[in-house]
T-cell receptor
């Protein structure tokens, strides 16, 4: 299994508070991703990173920011959490290198976030 | 506009029979497709993929078929086992993009 961990695994917070989720990998993969999973919506990409300090938006990036200061860590921040951000958040990594390869992704165990 | 669609939210089959999970896509720029499997309280895991230059890829009990003209792919599981009960996600991407678009998933239940 790919070495990928997420912390915390569970968090309950109140509306308006800042929240940071951490994804840590030991595989030295270039690409890292943050998704949210909600009933009826599958996996939706929030942000992704293609290198240290190189990030881009996904399809549901509003209300979220990310940072990647080291290859192994990718942080997802909710500056002011809202109830609509209650979800399960998954981090993923990929050894994708472009060209003819596919971005097979390896997922972390997830973080269940509840915003009251 | 959802680019990857799995129109069946759920599927129930008997153990030993074939399971067929379907996926449709709209973006003609997609040139590879993947299937992931997800158990409750775990992250998704990669199952099988196919490049757009192929129409079939097989790995043990799992076979993925691609029909480019119809923008349709399917995952066949033969024979189905109770341990295959999970949510299956279809995903599609482009070799120049480095990211995939996922469908909403199909929950497969295999009854003993």
């Amino acid at each position: 299994d790919a070495g990928i961990t997420q912390s915390p695994r569970h968090k309950v917070t109140e509306t308006g508070t800042p929240v940071t989720l951490r994804c840590h990998q030991t595989e030295n993969h270039r690409y890292m991703y943050w998704y949210r999973q909600d009933p009826g919506h599958g996996l939706r990409l929030i942000h992704y990173s293609y290198g240290v300090k190189d990030t881009d938006k996904g399809e549901v990036s509003d209300g979220y920011s990310v940072s990647r200061s080291k290859t192994e860590d990718f942080l997802l921040t909710l500056e002011s959490a809202t109830s609509s951000q209650t979800s399960v958040y998954f981090c993923a990594i990929s050894p994708w290198s472009g060209g003819a390869s596919t971005d097979t992704q390896y997922f972390g165990p997830g973080t269940r976030l509840t915003v009251l | 506009d959802q680019q990857v669609k799995q129109n069946s939210p759920s599927l129930s089959v008997q153990e030993g029979r074939i399971s067929i999970l379907n996926c449709d896509y709209t973006n003609s720029m997609f040139d590879y497709f993947l299937w992931y499997k997800k158990y409750p309280a775990e992250g998704p895991t990669f199952l099988i993929s196919i490049s757009s230059i192929k129409d079939k890829n097989e790995d043990g009990r799992f076979t993925v078929f691609l029909n480019k003209s119809a923008k349709h792919l399917s995952l066949h599981i033969v024979p189905s086992q109770p341990g295959d009960s999970a949510v299956y996600f279809c995903a599609a991407g482009n070799t120049n993009a480095g990211k995939s678009t996922f469908g909403d998933g199909t929950t497969l239940t295999v009854k003993p």
